[in-house]
């Protein structure tokens, strides 16, 4: 976990100015690149805070902006010159046979740059960025017990378009994922009190904004000519030839507006050997996505037909298509957690941490209820799509999934040191819940009919083709009294939430030479854990897939209409995983020139759910296996050492204990080549301690410690 605070302005200014540059100059080039790929980074700002008002109000500021200019190496599969004239097994198509939009949607495949069969196109991508950030904070002190801060962050980071070919000769592009500009914005207000000297209040007032648009350029090509499918927008139909590196657009243009509001407070009591801590977290979460979906088609070329891909895509013969309506999320929901915490300390060697949290995070609704479920779980013999809010007006009815109230999570820690005061015995356990609004990466209840609609058509290998792409999609193939072949999403309804258990026990102990090791047993539980699988198999068998699925139809609630049935993306709760892991760990404090860590641990991880699909759709407890995620033997180890000679640096620190309450620091750095005479620093380091109050730290003893390099 990485933690970044804003630093606050002081009494006198202070100011930084910097610049990074890397270029190719010391780069090698690609395995496969003819030349090396231009590579130059610049990041360059600054930063500046003073007083606005002395020993009252203070303002700190900073930017960064970034200049990248890259290309990446990418090495992609064209068709061979012989498959570009026809020729299979040297065997020529009649030019009659080539479907005129495959021989349209050829002409965009560049030329190889070699001979091979595959891997025989290299192109240097660009792939430039310019990321732009800046943050401000004031800080007031209000009084000696209180003060107040501000801080505002923008970021704006503008990408390239990323695509695997370059754009024809009118610059149009016809490949790849668009351009990503993503803008980022965020303030908190927080307020610290002092009541006494044992109690502290801190409340934080919190807002987070992300606008991410990915989209191509507006440009002349939006469509080569297939029916059926939108040209309002850069590209043309995806064509995904088996072997072939894919050309068209899908799922572009997207964009996304969220936001994030969050109110916290907390107290911190410090009572005699207690020290307690209790807190309010609220959070209102806000997704709004604007997706295109497969609006502008997919056709897939298998070689089903004639044993080769290349050879059916000319032919225009596909085994397989899609099409799709928009869709669009605005996911509301509110989380509130609260939690108490107390760090006991029961005498000189035990202290215990003991915890519980409280969490409600209920799933999200959709505003104005524009969602659907393919109910799998309230009646699986007769599943129904069910719509937000048909049933009742609770967040269950309308979020169409169970919520949860009893997610109580328990913690507890402790340390103990044994009176040789060079061993440590610690353990713990802690219970934790997973906050997710959406699950399944835009395949979400929101493309289910009547607000939504996916198609997906597919093929019998052993009747004569009925996909074929001059022929493209009906034209009513996206209209609900018409639709056939859809593509629906069941989310599991029950109230379970992913909830992992985690424990561990260790001991350390400290060895001659400052050398520290450590040795203990670390375990993970997770239950309830998402995972996506086809909730409506068809078994391996002849004849036409979607005919022969378990689900063929179904009713959409609210019309008269009934739509056939492809697949059903499921997301349900029943994966998991285990982790078991011996850990070890050994490091030395940097004396005498020498310091290093290393870490070995040896561990083994089961799951159910953690990869995508499944062997035997009758039987998904056999994808039971070792987890993806597995890593049974890990070390891990790194050593400085300062070699004796060439240097002349020499370091004294020492401290001495001199009352109860005082400590004496002194250094004395020696370096001829630096200093002309030794440099000496002392101060003392002092504590202030509150009637009452019991420090948490061990005895200190004095002692002096010695660096060479």
């Known amino acids: 976990m990485i933690s970044v605070a804003i630093k606050s302005g002081s009494n006198q200014f202070h100011g930084v100015g910097y610049e990074f540059l890397r270029n190719e100059a010391l780069d090698t080039k690609n395995y496969f690149a003819t030349s090396q790929s231009p590579y130059k980074r610049n990041q360059f700002g600054g930063a500046f805070g003073g007083p606005v008002i002395h020993n009252k109000t203070f303002f700190f500021g900073d930017f960064e902006i970034g200049r990248i200019r890259q290309s990446i190496t990418n090495v992609d599969t064209v068709p061979t010159l012989a498959q570009r004239q026809g020729i299979f097994g040297g065997v020529q198509i009649s030019p009659s046979r080539i479907d005129p939009v495959a021989s349209n949607v050829l002409s965009f495949y560049p030329l190889p740059t070699n001979s091979g069969a595959t891997n025989n196109y290299v192109y240097a991508d660009p792939q430039n960025q310019d990321p732009v950030r800046w943050d401000v904070r004031i800080d007031q002190i209000l009084s000696d017990r209180q003060n107040l801060y501000f801080r505002f962050s923008d970021q704006k980071a503008d990408n390239g378009v990323i695509a695997p070919f370059p754009t024809d000769a009118q610059g149009n592009y016809y490949s790849g994922g668009g351009a990503q500009t993503t803008v980022s914005q965020s303030f908190v207000l927080v307020h610290n009190f002092i009541w006494s000297p044992s109690i502290i209040t801190s409340v934080h007032a919190g807002w987070n904004y992300l606008n991410w648009v ?35 657009i ?53 070689g089903q037909y004639t044993g080769n891909a290349v050879e059916d895509f000319l032919l225009g013969q596909s085994s397989s298509a899609s099409i799709s309506k928009w869709s669009y999320l605005e996911l509301r929901t509110p989380y509130t957690h609260f939690f108490a915490q107390d760090d006991w300390k029961i005498s000189r060697r035990l202290t215990l941490n003991i915890g519980l949290r409280y969490e409600l995070s209920p799933p999200a609704v959709q505003k104005n209820d524009t969602i659907a479920n393919f109910d799998l779980d309230t009646t699986p013999g007769h599943p129904q799509l069910v719509q937000a809010g048909s049933q009742g007006s609770s967040i269950a009815d309308r979020a169409l999934q169970g919520v949860n109230y009893h997610q109580f999570a328990p913690r507890f820690g ?26 399944g990466g ?13 198609v997906n058509f597919s093929t019998d290998k052993t009747r004569p083709p009925t996909i074929l792409l001059s022929q493209g999609f009906a034209a009513n193939a996206l209209s609900l009294a018409n639709a056939t072949n859809v593509t629906l999403v069941s989310y599991d309804r029950g109230n379970a939430t992913p909830t992992a258990q985690q424990w561990n026990l260790d001991i350390q102990r400290q060895l001659p030479g400052g050398v520290l090791i450590e040795v203990g047993y670390y375990g993970n539980k997770l239950d309830h854990m998402w995972r996506q699988i086809d909730g409506n198999p068809a078994p391996p068998e002849a004849g036409n897939i979607n005919s022969n699925r378990l689900y063929t139809s179904t009713l959409v609630q609210g019309t008269v209409s009934i739509v056939t049935l492809a697949d059903v993306v499921r997301i349900q709760k029943d994966g998991y995983s285990n982790y078991h892991a011996l850990q070890a760990k050994v490091e030395k404090r940097y004396s005498k020139g020498l310091t290093f860590i290393a870490s070995y641990s040896y ?18 407890a056999a994808d039971r296996a070792v987890s993806s995620q597995d890593m049974t033997h890990r070390f891990v180890g790194s050593a400085v050492y300062a070699l004796p000679f060439g240097q002349d640096l020499h370091v004294v620190e020492r401290y001495a ?3 109860a309450d005082h400590i004496r620091y002194e250094a004395t750095i020696e370096d001829p080549k630096v200093f002309t005479r030794p440099w000496k620093m002392s101060m003392i380091l002092y504590r202030h301690k509150e ?8 005895e200190c003893y004095g002692f002096e410690e010695k660096y060479y390099p």
């Open 414 to 439: 402790f340390a103990y040191a044994l009176p040789d005061n060079k061993t440590v015995i610690r353990g713990g356990y802690g219970l934790f819940y997973s906050n997710l609004i959406t699950e």
């Open 442 to 454: 835009q395949q979400s209840m929101e493309v289910n009919p009547p607000n939504a609609l996916r």
């Open 657 to 659: 204990l001199t009352d």
């Open 250 to 302: 899908t799922n572009v243009p997207n964009s996304d507006g969220s936001q994030n509001r969050q109110l916290s407070a907390d107290l911190t009591w410090n009572k005699g050997s207690h020290n307690l801590k209790v807190g309010l977290q609220a959070y209102w979460l806000q997704t709004n996505f604007l997706s295109s979906q497969r609006s502008s088609g997919i056709f897939n070329f298998t």
């Open 214 to 248: 990915n989209s191509f350029p507006n440009q002349s090509l939006t469509g080569i000519g297939i029916p059926g499918v939108q040209t309002s927008y850069p590209g043309f139909s995806q064509i995904n030839v088996t072997g072939l590196t894919p050309v068209g």
């Open 691 to 698: 009637p009452n109050m019991q420090l948490l730290e061990h």
């Open 603 to 620: 561990s083994k991880s089961i799951a159910l759910g953690d990869t995508a699909g499944v062997q035997n759709a009758l039987n998904r």
